[in-house]
């Protein structure tokens, strides 16, 4: 089992940066990939970014060139800085982490963008 805690979600303007973070405990030698997933009201949950633990990522268009997805191993933590945050960016954001045999999610944290 591994279990996920999420921080550092809030409410920002426009234009402004907030910091997701996101720390593993548990089977982590198992973990794999991790990743951020958001979903908005009445919408799909949707991929934000992934990083391999070799460190190769992954981003969805929209977020590309403000959004910086990082994982430190060493304390099992991936991290998602996202600048330049817009409206559409309101969501609640969740951490999942990948073994050879299952997925993990963390509880969610709610990103709020106001205009």
């Known amino acids: 089992q591994v279990q996920l805690v999420e921080s550092g979600g809030g409410l920002v303007q426009a234009g402004g940066s907030l910091r997701l973070s996101c720390a593993a405990s548990?089977?982590?030698?198992?973990?794999?990939?991790m990743g951020w997933y958001r979903q908005a009201p009445g919408k799909q949950r949707e991929l934000v970014a992934v990083i391999t633990s070799g460190g190769s990522s992954n981003y969805a268009d929209s977020v590309k060139g403000r959004f910086t997805i990082s994982r430190d191993n060493a304390k099992s933590a991936v991290y998602l800085q996202m600048n330049s945050l817009k409206p559409e960016d309101t969501a609640v954001y969740y951490c999942?982490?990948?073994?050879?045999?299952?997925?993990?999610w963390g509880q969610g944290t709610q990103v709020t963008v106001s205009s």
């Open positions: 999942k982490v990948s073994t050879p045999w299952d997925d993990y």
């Open positions: 548990g089977k982590i030698f198992s973990i794999n990939v």
